[in-house]
């Protein structure tokens, strides 16, 4: 996965290319460690570029959700289509997040 930050205000947007699974566990944990530490209340996840996502890969969006749950914020997941879609989807994650 490759993944570019951009920061406006009390809002984290995540752009999120290639794949999603269990080997970026600790590129993803950096960016929860981004969110938390600068006191987001809101992060986007981009996911229009996201080709793949497997089993690991929502259960890191899961993890991000309780992260920031656990301070009042929220997490938004925006542009998924294809293969990542049918995963969200099968998951019932429209039920977990706020989907754009």
């Known amino acids: 996965m490759i993944y570019t930050l951009k920061?406006?205000?009390p809002k984290i947007e995540v752009d999120?290319?290639?794949r999603l699974t269990f080997a970026d566990?600790?590129?993803f944990r950096e960016i929860t460690q981004i969110v938390t530490d600068n006191n987001?209340?809101?992060c986007l996840f981009d996911l229009t570029e996201l080709e793949f996502i497997d089993s690991a890969g929502l259960g890191m969006l899961l993890i991000a959700r309780d992260k920031l749950q656990s301070v009042n914020g929220n997490v938004i997941l925006k542009g998924a289509q294809g293969q990542v879609k049918k995963m969200l989807?099968?998951?019932r994650f429209d039920s977990l997040f706020n989907i754009e």
């Open 25 to 27: 566990y600790s590129s």
């Open 89 to 91: 989807d099968l998951g």
């Open 40 to 42: 987001s209340k809101c």
């Open 7 to 9: 920061s406006a205000g």
């Open 16 to 18: 999120m290319k290639g």
